[in-house]
């Protein structure tokens, strides 16, 4: 009976998947191809209208079908496919009244001119409601209406981000438009929370959206001026729909599965106009930060889930991190921000988080280290235990005096405190097998942490031809304490065996002053032509109290002071920047050139050793952009920069660390600073009328007089680190990528992303005093396909193989070579009605992995939503690593060892959880029993 049971399940799952295959099939030979042209122009002039917003709607619903762009002649053709026969077809451009006309689709029409009248009343300012323009070109503004893009039920940002053509959302919720990364996404013009876009895309659902705004990103000054941003990144402003912009928006979800998994999650905004007030809350276990609400995959932690995750349980949001970067991670925290703005007057907005997490981590290393007459090899294993709160606060206030005058003020500060125990064993033992040495090490640690930074800029407009002075002052000011306590035992084997013994405290005080005073002024050479001075001061000082004390078997206290370890030195760097650029900020051509000399100035005092040392340097460094927008969808950009990087003061401070005492590790006192050259060559091609579009770019850098480690290792296999400059290092990367969405009605969309691309290093170091030379180069092809069918049905395979291969300059070291591969299926199906179901599938084969790990892993997630209460509530259940496969190994390499790694992942757990959404919105109370819920 059972079998019969199952047998006609599987039956009617067949028919289901040919019945929807057949539908697919034929709603696609019976559409028809259409094409329309013409050409849009003023009324009155006759002169083309460029960037014309052509579109077409069923009559029956006014669901957008397809939309193009008109060009420099104010051209047009409308391509598409569709089931339909009569349509709308809208013409909208900014200042002129929309024009409708009912056409007939047919496989060819042209509609000759189409004359637009201008709209006396926008030009004023007056905006005219009832439209559903589903993208406009503004300026440098490009807005898409999001109610234009069909989403499913209850979607969040994220999701209608990835139906907007030139948009990219990669599966940690990376933003890039047209190549560029989204630097921040802001509602109503205001920081949300903070600057990390996942928190405004993760959290907010896309039905009170009312336009997506994508534009460069800004620096104060340029906001100030009005001037275009770079273009290096790029900035999305959310608005809120007016019917939306005052009210409540709230989401509560909650979870528990096996293995004592759990997550709960709240999130609350309170709208009114241009004020906002939120509230956001999580804890977890699953290695998230808590501020999804996608009801999928949003309680799979690290899977499509999270907020600025590594690879291994450590993230941060808002300033604040979470877990130390391995293992798994149990977190909580608490956030509220708040926003409001008064356009010419003020725009504050200020939040507050608080968090905390216990890490742990257990992990094992094999690592092959490379010796010009041989090599060893060491193996290492740790269990690592930590835990972490911190609270921090900011603020960014903006207050405009008058139309010339605006204060603008950022003050940040936060509070943290760590505790960590970390024990290890590591082996060391030679190419035959023989145990050399070993070392078993306890480090028990407890940390604070305070930083509070600000920074103050005053902007005064001169005249109207775009004269202005800039005066700012920054400081930061930073105190660490730390004590930690070391046990280790290290054994030494051969002809002359030795054992030492450490049982040490090291108590640590850092503090870090850095203020910086800054002005420019800016005068008019001509029409886009500008003349920039600036000058920059900069005082760092940096305080180190460094004290060991070994411990006293005889009073059993930690009281015999070890000179030799400790340290007392005041650093200080005190730099002054004068620069001078010349730039032409033209509608289509923008160049800049900058010129400036880095006058640095170190002086170390140490006191335990009476000692000291200054050394002045003095650096012209040079930058030279240059921005060209060809048309509405050709840009090009090109850019070459130099950039001074300053010994760190553990790089120039010669005292003894031997946290590892199978590595010693000294600074060099006489080390210079580094100075990176780079250029880099960026190409970007979109057609919003095509929806099709590549980028590409190439970026090279050199560095001179590096800072490099040199280790000496003895016969005992025990190594001594100390650092120097080389000169020759480079690192290079030249890729593509193409992207093309095929689109019929609203019915079916396809969308290809090929993303190939290069990368080369060449490494310069040491090896037992030889110069070592490694060339390491990778190509990673990668190709990421989505299908979306009516909402109903969304499938997106995706794959990626990575060549590496990586020469030395020495006989003796052997060249590495290996191939990894990563595979990934998703599909989410939203049919029948009310039901989400969700498969994230994703295989990874790591060819470079030594044969005592695991080389491969199929990792599996699976969930399944129903909808309840109005659409209002989500049960959902979900396995995570169903296949119980997940693993955390892999291999890195360096210019002389190769290191295989494994540590603690998260693995299969299966969870139930419940979500639920309370709105209110311009004072009515939301249907069913929402708030008494609440």
Do not use: C
């Not at 019945?19 to 259409?34: E, G, I, K, R, S």
């Not at 997506?212 to 290096?232: L, M, V």
């Amino acid at each position: 009976m059972h079998q019969f049971i199952n047998q006609n399940q599987i039956n009617l799952r067949k028919s289901t998947i040919a019945l929807f295959f057949f539908t697919l099939f034929y709603t696609f030979t019976n559409a028809q191809d259409f094409s329309i042209n013409g050409k849009v122009v003023d009324s009155f002039s006759k002169d083309p209208l460029e960037a014309t917003t052509v579109y077409a709607e069923s009559i029956k619903d006014s669901t957008l079908i397809t939309y193009t762009i008109s060009d420099k002649a104010g051209f047009f053709e409308l391509e598409g496919k569709s089931n339909l026969t009569e349509v709308n077809l809208f013409f909208s451009y900014n200042g002129y009244k929309t024009t409708l006309k009912k056409v007939v689709l047919k496989p060819s029409l042209s509609l000759g001119e189409i004359a637009m009248e201008e709209q006396a009343e926008e030009l004023k300012g007056v905006e005219v409601t009832g439209e559903r323009v589903p993208i406009r070109i503004k300026k440098d503004t490009l807005e898409f209406n999001a109610d234009s893009f069909k989403t499913r039920p209850d979607a969040t940002v994220e999701e209608v981000l990835k139906k907007l053509p030139g948009v990219d959302v990669d599966s940690n919720g990376k933003i890039t438009v047209n190549g560029k990364e989204v630097s921040q996404v802001l509602v109503n013009g205001q920081v949300f929370f903070s600057k990390d876009p996942k928190v405004v895309t993760k959290s907010l659902p896309k039905e009170v959206i009312d336009k997506i705004q994508i534009t460069s990103t800004k620096t104060k000054t340029q906001e100030f001026t009005g001037e275009q941003g770079d273009g290096d990144s790029k900035t999305i402003n959310l608005t809120i729909k007016e019917d939306k912009n005052k009210g409540l928006l709230g989401r509560l979800s909650g979870g528990y599965g096996t293995d004592e998994r759990y997550q709960a999650n709240g999130l609350l905004n309170y709208f009114d106009g241009q004020q906002r007030i939120s509230a956001i809350a999580s804890s977890n276990n699953i290695n998230s930060a808590g501020f999804s609400f996608d009801e999928i995959y949003g309680m799979m932690g690290r899977t499509r889930g999270g907020i600025s995750m590594n690879s291994n349980g450590g993230f941060s949001v808002g300033g604040l991190s979470f877990g130390f970067g391995e293992g798994i991670t149990t977190s909580s925290n608490l956030g509220a921000s708040y926003a409001d703005s008064k356009k010419g007057e003020y725009k504050v907005s200020a939040n507050y988080f608080y968090a905390n997490s216990d890490s742990y981590n257990d992990q094992k290393t094999s690592r092959e280290n490379i010796l010009p007459n041989g090599r060893f090899f060491t193996d290492s294993e740790s269990r690592f235990e930590g835990t972490t709160s911190g609270n921090q606060g900011s603020a960014n206030l903006e207050f405009d005096i008058d139309e010339t005058l605006r204060i603008s003020i950022e003050p940040s500060m936060s509070v943290n405190r760590t505790n960590s125990s970390n024990a290890g064993f590591t082996v060391s033992s030679d190419e035959t097998g023989e145990i050399i040495n070993r070392n078993e090490t306890r480090t028990v640690g407890d940390g604070q942490q305070r930083d509070f930074t600000n920074r103050m800029d005053v902007f005064k407009k001169l005249d109207t031809l775009g004269r202005y002075i800039r005066l700012s002052f920054s400081n930061n000011n930073r105190a660490n304490e730390d004590i930690t306590n070391l046990e280790s035992v290290r054994e030494v084997f051969g002809d002359n065996p030795v054992q030492e013994i450490l049982d040490q405290r090291t108590m640590v005080t850092d503090k870090h002053d850095n203020y910086t005073l800054g002005a420019t002024y800016r005068e008019v050479l001509g029409d886009k032509l500008f003349l920039d001075f600036g000058y920059e001061y900069r005082n760092n000082k940096d305080y180190n109290k460094r004290e060991v004390f070994d411990f006293d078997d005889s009073i059993g206290r930690y009281t015999d002071f070890n000179e030799t370890l400790s340290s007392d030195f005041n650093f200080k760097n005190r730099q002054h920047y004068p620069s001078l650029a010349l730039n032409r900020n033209g509608k289509k051509l923008r160049l800049g050139v900058t010129a400036s000399l880095m006058n640095t100035k170190l002086e170390n005092e140490d006191f335990s050793r009476n000692s000291s040392f200054s050394k002045t340097y003095n650096n012209f460094l040079f930058r030279v952009s240059g921005n060209y927008n060809i048309d509405q969808s050709k840009r090009i950009y090109m850019g070459y920069y130099s950039r001074l990087n300053l010994p760190s003061i553990n790089q120039l401070q010669p005292v003894a660390n031997i946290n590892n005492p199978l590595n010693v590790v000294i600074g060099n006192p006489n080390l210079s600073p580094s100075v990176n050259h780079s250029v880099n060559l960026d190409f970007n091609n979109y057609s919003w009328k095509e929806r099709t579009g590549y980028f590409i770019y190439a970026w090279l850098s050199a560095e001179q007089n590096k800072v490099v480690p040199v280790t000496v290792t003895d016969e005992n296999f025990l190594r001594t680190t100390t650092y120097t400059n080389v000169k020759g290092n480079q690192n290079g990367q030249l890729g593509t990528r193409y992207s093309k969405e095929f689109k019929k009605d609203s019915t079916l969309t396809v969308k290809v992303d090929v993303n190939p691309y290069l990368s080369y290093r060449k490494e310069i170091g040491f090896n037992n005093g030889n110069r070592l030379e490694a060339r390491i180069w990778s190509i990673t092809p990668r190709i990421t396909t989505t299908f979306n069918y009516k909402e109903l049905l969304e499938i997106v395979p995706g794959y990626r193989i990575a060549f590496n291969d990586t020469k030395y300059n020495i006989d003796t070291f052997k060249d590495i070579n290996f191939i990894s591969h990563t595979a990934e299926f998703k599909t989410t199906t939203y049919w029948p009605k009310g039901l989400v179901w969700g498969n994230d599938i994703s295989y990874t084969y790591n060819g470079n992995v030594g044969p005592s790990f695991d080389r491969d892993f199929l990792l599996w997630n699976i969930s399944l939503g129903v909808q309840m209460f109005n659409d209002k509530g989500t049960f959902k259940i979900l396995a995570y690593d169903l296949l119980d496969q997940n693993n955390n190994t892999r291999r890195s390499t360096g210019q002389d060892y190769i290191q295989d790694f494994q540590g603690t992942v998260l693995q299969r757990y299966f969870m139930a959880s419940f979500t639920f959404k309370f709105d209110q919105f311009g004072g009515k109370k939301p249907s069913g029993n929402g708030m008494r819920f609440f």
